[in-house]
């Protein structure tokens, strides 16, 4: 069994800054890819950031050079760093990740966090 736990959400005003963590743990193989969606009420999710287990990142144009995605592999963490945060961020950030539990199936699988709530006030 595989969980992704959030932490690091809150309540911040315009400009301020947070920084977001997700530890995957369980019987993990090996994880591709790790990244950050997020949700606001009557909105799709959308993707915020994304990085490879080479360090590759990708990010939202509406992210970009304010959020930082970053990631430990020894502790199957990633962090997103956010900053001049805006109204507009508010919303509930997922971590996901895609991995393997076993090497036999060579079969990755996604997997989402419960979500952790980021609320920017004006």
């Known amino acids: 069994q595989v969980q992704l736990v959030e932490s690091g959400g809150g309540l911040v005003q315009a400009g301020g800054s947070l920084r977001l963590c997700c530890a995957a743990?369980?019987?993990?193989?090996?994880?591709?890819?790790m990244g950050w969606y997020r949700q606001a009420p009557g909105k799709q999710r959308e993707l915020v950031a994304v990085?490879?287990?080479?360090?590759?990142?990708n990010y939202g144009d509406y992210v970009k050079g304010r959020f930082t995605i970053s990631r430990d592999n020894a502790k199957n963490t990633v962090y997103l760093q956010m900053n001049s945060l805006k109204p507009e961020d508010t919303a509930v950030y997922y971590c996901h990740a895609t991995l393997r539990t076993d090497y036999a199936s060579g079969v990755y699988n996604n997997y989402w966090g419960q979500g952790t709530q980021v609320t920017v006030s004006s």
């Open positions: 990085i490879t287990s080479g360090g590759s990142t």
């Open positions: 743990s369980g019987s993990i193989f090996s994880i591709n890819a």
